[in-house]
């Protein structure tokens, strides 16, 4: 029986785990901030328990990456986090911020799996998608205890299986030729859009507040901006249906103007959670059943495409952006031929 370590990575294989490589990094510094302002032995627990899986996810990588002959990542180091800087974020955004975290590792994991071949790859994003799944099990458990976590809304439990009985379902009205009512599936897609976007609102506020480059401090406005119009718009959805939007007290940026973080990382960071927000818009869109809902999702990819596509710009021209594992170029094979 053939060795799987001794099959080399696939390109797909490499490419998630170089991805791996630059959010662990990424991850741990914000951790580290975290940590060094929390004082609650709960949320200590829980940010170690990241913290510890994130060094060894990076430190496997790494020897991954050496077995086969390839280039470390620098992703994210110590440079990036500045130790003794205030607070930025007040009451439970650490949680909160781990909450979204393990929300997108679990999402992103659980796909890398599938497009694993060589088994200790396959086991590697496996156990990644268990671990990101323990930690957003633990910040939902204490979000929920403290009472700053919103949970989607109750319905009445169905008495009985129903078909739909005319196209009008799809157009988003009802036999009335009124606009019916959200199903749970489009419900518990809103709120976890909506949920998402407060977290990141707060992130793009306290990013705002200190970073060094006012190119950079504007594109963070921006993201604010961006933020609350998904909200708003996605959140009137649910007043419609006399429902009101997740929000919580907890979690805001502080007044502090001084950086804890390079604006390298911070633009790294709102790159991810602007690509993954793209990805739960179509989501959002292929799996409602209200054409309204689609229209309203066609509608707000644009801004955030475009958004995402800024931040790569002001990557690209800061030098923050590195790139990764690329195929042969084609000009030089072309040459050797």
Known sequence: MTNSNNVPITSSELGNLWMTHQDKTMLMRFLEHFLEHTDDKEIQQIIMLSYDASAQTVEKIKNIFEQEGAAIPIGFTESDVIKGAPKLFNFLYEIMFLHMMSKIETSLFALYS?????????????????????VYDQCVQLLLEKGVLARPAYVSMPKEVS???????????????????????????????????????????????????????????????????????????????????????????????????????????????????????????????????????????????????????????????????????????????
């Open 114 to 134: 599938t497009m694993a071949y060589r088994k200790d790859i396959r086991n590697f994003f496996k156990q990644l998608t268990t671990n990101s799944q323990d």
């Open 163 to 337: 078909f739909v009985q005319n196209i009008n379902y799809l157009s988003g009205f009802n036999l009335l030729k009124e606009t019916r009512s959200l199903n749970t599936i489009e419900l518990s897609l809103i709120h976890h859009a909506i949920e998402t976007n407060l977290s990141g609102m707060q992130l793009m506020m306290g990013f705002a507040q200190v970073a060094q480059d006012n190119q950079v401090k504007e594109y963070f406005v921006k993201g604010m901006k961006l933020s609350k119009d998904i909200e708003t718009t996605l959140g009137e959805y649910l007043r419609e249906d006399y429902i009101e939007p997740p929000a919580t007290h907890a979690g805001k940026a502080t007044n502090s103007t001084v950086a804890p973080f390079s604006d390298k990382i911070m633009m790294y960071i709102t790159n991810l959670l602007t690509t993954f927000g793209l990805g739960s818009n179509a989501l959002g869109g292929a799996f409602s059943l209200r054409s309204d809902l689609p229209r309203t999702m066609a509608v707000l990819t644009p801004k955030i495409y475009t958004f995402a596509k800024r931040g790569g710009e002001i990557m690209i021209k800061k030098g923050w952006m590195e790139e990764p594992p690329q195929v042969e170029d084609r000009q030089q094979l072309t040459k050797s031929r």
